[in-house]
């Protein structure tokens, strides 16, 4: 589609877990990629650090966007394309899945008429485009209308909500082709020791202490630190290519994860980078990643986790709370295959209408 000047664009802005988006219908949007990007850049006010004419919300984690529509793929009821818009960049990249935004994109199938909802409850099977993974998401529809309101609290978001469980399948070497893309449990990365693992998001795994780091630093602290950011991003680059992802220097992925012991009850205690730029939490399926790198023997983090009986969710611990994971391995091969990772999120509607993009030129 082709939208007309002036007319302005259907537009749903949703909280998915702790990111912030505009969802939008493929169809509603240019077919043409490039056009599309342009479109959106201007809808989200980019670029710009404040974003201040358009509806990005000057952060990473509140420049993102859904593309969501009906899927020609009989497993699947939608296909999602996430897209990360650049704040201070004019760059629009679809390199990376979101697990928060994801956790919005039921409820807006619903909302939309993509799929009918159930009477009380809705399962939504969604292929994530970016990757080819697989997720399905359940979430309560009494009545056949979502339910944002509940009980459920997840660290990094103020109150409560209705609860939506996101359970994923395939995401096992989602970017990179492998769950282990450089064939090793560990590798000696830039002069650290790390783990690069990909289930779902390609994520290098390191010791804070092997960088100079805590691992329990606040994010303000973390931002103040510029050798530390030259120190990751050095880090990144040098694994962006044993991982096979090329020149990553200004590319949203690999992520960086720093750990060290948990210190509140979870498993571990994580300070993650996006790039370079440190992450108030955790992404959900960079949680899920390194929850995987957890239980590999020999990884980076094994020995440092505080593991919970089997079939227990792993706790990741992050700058403003706690993320519980769960992830099943198939046992008895290295790499080993893994059967499927869970988690619950939490969404809600905050406006519906239409946007009005900058004009371009």
């Not at 960088?211 to 329990?216: C, I, P, Q, S, V």
């Given at each position: 589609m082709q939208p007309t000047p002036g007319a302005g664009l259907p537009c749903m802005l949703m909280r998915g877990g702790t990111s912030k988006g505009a969802y939008f219908l493929a169809?509603?949007?240019p077919a043409d990629p490039g056009e599309r990007d342009a479109l959106l850049l201007r809808v989200m006010g980019s670029p710009d650090p404040r974003q201040i004419d358009g509806v990005g919300g000057a952060h990473?984690?509140?420049s993102k966007v859904a593309v969501v529509g009906a899927s020609p793929d009989p497993g699947a009821d939608v296909d999602y394309l996430f897209l990360q818009v650049g704040v201070g960049a004019a760059t629009v990249s679809a390199a990376q899945n979101c697990g928060n935004i994801l956790a919005g994109v039921g409820p807006f199938a619903v909302e939309r008429g993509l799929v009918a909802a159930g009477a009380d409850r809705t399962r939504v099977r969604v292929r994530m485009l970016n990757s080819g993974s697989l997720a399905t998401a359940d979430f309560a529809t009494p009545g056949g209308a979502v339910r944002y309101d509940g009980g459920t609290a997840i660290s990094g978001v103020p109150g409560t909500a209705a609860a939506i469980l996101l359970d994923f399948a395939g995401t096992e070497g989602a970017t990179c082709g492998a769950l282990l893309p450089t064939g090793n449990v560990r590798d000696l990365v830039d002069g650290v020791e790390a783990t690069c693992l990909d289930n779902g998001m390609p994520v290098v795994v390191a010791d804070a202490r092997d960088?100079?780091?805590?691992?329990?630093e606040t994010t303000a602290e973390l931002a103040a630190d510029a050798r530390l950011a030259a120190r990751v991003q050095a880090l990144r680059i040098a694994a962006g290519r044993l991982m096979g992802l090329g020149d990553v220097r200004d590319a949203p992925v690999p992520k960086t994860t720093l750990i060290a012991p948990p210190r509140h009850g979870g498993a571990i205690s994580t300070r993650t980078f996006?790039?370079?730029r440190p992450h108030e939490s955790i992404g959900v399926l960079g949680a899920v990643t390194v929850a995987t790198a957890?239980?590999?023997p020999g990884a980076v983090g094994h020995?440092?986790?505080e593991l919970p009986s089997p079939g227990e969710p792993l706790g990741i611990e992050h700058p403003s709370g706690r993320l519980?994971?769960?992830v099943e391995l198939a046992g008895g091969q290295l790499p080993p295959r893994v059967r499927?990772?869970?988690?619950?999120?939490t969404a809600r509607k905050l406006f519906d209408g239409r946007v009005f993009p900058r004009p371009a030129g």
């Open positions: 169809d509603d949007l990473p984690l509140t960088l100079g780091a805590t691992g329990y996006i790039p370079v957890l239980l590999l020995d440092l986790a519980e994971v769960q499927r990772s869970r988690l619950v999120r």
